[in-house]
């Protein structure tokens, strides 16, 4: 019992203590299966998403000509992601892609820190908390265009509360004895997926001749990206005539909360159709098809 | 003496009524993308370049110690380049370069300067055979991988064959207009407008912001397409050939600037 309270109040007093137990080479920007050693959760989260695959997708390496196309590589392998900063690129592990070091370590090797939303006790490697992690700012150093979309739209909602969204309670570490040093936390997955809108998000009427589409519930543009070609493809069709429209950063958006309209000829009824291709898929996905039948009283339509 | 100390590497690439392209030999390939992405080559010749420079403002100042440093580099980098393309050894003389470094050594302002002239005949004979098509062909990305997404029926496309669907469309308005076919004309300029806008997914393959592609296909691209668009809608079809060769001119701001080099890749590649 002695020796307990001994170690507990060792372990409490000491700042300095975290040094002793560091493990080295966490603290030199490892490879994510390095960290996977003890955040296991996490880990297998992050091997599902883009950011593992930001470097080694054949969409990319076709893109860059083979990694030729110099400027696009740093968001792809960041050496450090510091909130609003265009990262540098990694020299090491590049395959990784975005990884956890990318991200969560700052400064130099040896010297720095592992930063994160929480304030924990993590011997292996020094930590300190950064609230920045819970904001988008922190996506903007890579998300730039995204990122001001979302500013523009002027909404609370975080990109982490739609991509990164909530596990739970739950522990941050699966390694003995280190999961015994913390309590569970509030967690956010590390799939960062990539969602698709919901029928709710996008308002369809019809006024005259002119459909009206407004974003209402994604608050950054349909499609958003900074250099990929994700892509929308709306189809209208009525009796005796088929309206196509392509949606890409480019070329057309739905902007959040701002009406797009297209003249479309008089009709008893209308299918609107709405599809979404992701800029690494091949695969174009239904985001939703509705009917709108003429209202006999009204020249707007009603679903 | 400083007024003899003039660099002349000019290329004369001047006073010709022939010029022939060759294409460069494949070995040149592999210090360029996408095999490499350090541009050796080209490094290679802005290191020689930049030592040839080197080696006269010591002289001006009178640093021969320093000079000579300059010399040696270019020597070296000049006989490491000739090793690089076998097929192009014949247009390195490493003699001359040797001769640089020891016009040096011997501190002769002249014989340094008729020295790196002599030297400078060996690179002009290359560039004045090679410059051009090496240029054309490795300094303007490939257009071969770049698909585009046809805004009017969703198909995804080669860059070329787009193009071809562009040129087809603008030529068809035209038909159209000659016969007075003014509904199907209105079909068609909607097709043209729509797939013209569309190229704007092209621009962001190799330029990142904005400003970069903003004088070709910016404010005034899209405002002399909607008034294309305009004027169909509104009948006003007398307007519409002006409008038409408007938006024709922003074909052409592009094209001066990329249709050169892809014709060239093109032929070569053949």
Same mark, same amino acid.
């Given at each position: 019992m002695k020796l307990l309270a001994f170690l507990s109040l060792f372990l409490l007093s000491c700042s300095t203590l975290e040094r002793v137990f560091v493990e080295e080479d966490l603290l030199k920007r490892p490879p994510a299966k390095r960290c996977s050693e003890c955040h296991q959760k996490i880990y297998r989260e992050w091997l599902k998403s883009r950011h593992h695959l930001a470097y080694t997708s054949k969409d990319f390496i076709r893109t860059t000509e083979n990694y030729s196309k @110099? !400027?696009?590589l740093s968001c792809h392998a960041p050496h450090q992601v510091e909130p609003g900063k265009r990262p540098a690129l990694r020299k $090491?592990?590049? !395959?990784?892609? $975005?990884?956890c070091a990318g991200c969560h370590y700052r400064g130099e090797? @040896? !010297?720095g820190f592992m930063y994160g939303p929480y304030k924990v006790f993590s011997p292996p490697h020094p930590s300190k908390r950064d609230k920045n992690f819970t904001s988008s700012l922190y996506c903007s150093s890579c998300h730039q265009r995204t990122y001001k979309e979302w500013k523009e739209a002027k909404v609370s909602k975080s990109c982490q509360s739609c991509h990164m969204p909530y596990l739970g309670k739950d522990d941050l570490i699966q390694k003995f004895p280190f999961d015994l040093f913390h309590l569970a936390k509030e967690r956010h997955s590390h799939s960062f997926p990539s969602l698709k809108a919901k029928e709710e998000d996008l308002k369809i009427t019809l006024e005259g001749n002119r459909l009206k589409i407004v974003n209402v519930g994604i608050p950054h543009n349909l499609p958003t990206a900074d250099h990929g070609s994700p892509k929308y493809y709306l189809i209208v069709e009525g009796k005796g005539f088929i309206i196509k429209r392509l949606f890409t950063p480019k070329l057309r958006v739905l902007k959040y909360k701002e009406p797009l309209y297209l003249e479309v000829p008089s009709t008893e009824e209308l299918k609107v159709s709405l599809y979404r291709r992701l800029s690494w898929s091949k695969r174009r996905e239904l985001v939703l098809s509705k009917v709108l039948r003429a209202s006999p009283s009204s020249v707007s339509y009603q679903r | 003496m400083r007024k003899f100390l003039v660099l002349l590497l000019v290329l004369p690439l001047f006073g010709v009524d022939k010029l022939i392209l060759k294409k460069p030999p494949? =070995?040149? =390939? *592999? %210090? %360029?993308?996408? *095999? =490499? /992405?350090?541009f050796e080559w080209i490094g290679n010749m802005f290191e020689m370049a930049t030592s040839i420079t080197g080696i006269f403002v010591n002289i001006n100042e009178g640093r021969w110690d320093r000079a000579k440093e300059w010399a040696e580099r270019l020597s070296k980098t000049y006989e490491r380049t000739s090793k690089m393309v076998p097929e192009w *050894? /014949?247009?390195?003389?490493l003699e001359l370069a040797r001769n640089v470094v020891r016009e040096v050594e011997r501190k002769n302002v002249k014989g340094v300067v008729r020295a790196v002239k002599k030297l400078g005949k060996t690179c002009q004979r290359c560039h004045s055979q090679n410059l051009l098509s090496v240029k054309l062909l490795y300094h303007f990305p490939s257009y071969e991988n770049i698909k585009v997404e046809d805004p009017v029926d969703f198909s995804e496309v080669k860059f070329h064959k787009y193009m071809e669907k562009l040129a087809k469309d603008f030529k068809t308005i035209r038909v159209f207009l000659v016969e007075r076919e003014y509904k199907k004309l209105s079909k068609k300029t909607q097709e043209f407008v729509e797939r013209f806008k569309g190229l704007?997914?092209?621009?962001q393959k190799c330029h990142n912001s904005d400003e970069e592609v903003a004088p070709f296909v910016g404010k005034s691209f899209e405002k002399a397409l909607n008034n294309l668009l305009t004027l169909v809608k509104n009948k006003e079809f007398k307007k519409v050939p002006m409008a038409l060769m408007i938006s024709a001119s922003y074909c052409s701001k592009c094209h001066n600037v990329h249709q050169i080099p892809a014709i060239v890749r093109e032929a070569f590649s053949r």
């Open positions: @110099l !400027k696009c $090491v592990f590049l !395959k990784d892609g $975005v990884n090797d @040896l !010297k | 494949e =070995s040149l =390939s *592999k %210090y %360029y993308p996408p *095999k =490499s /992405k350090r *050894k /014949k247009f390195f003389k704007k997914q092209t621009c």
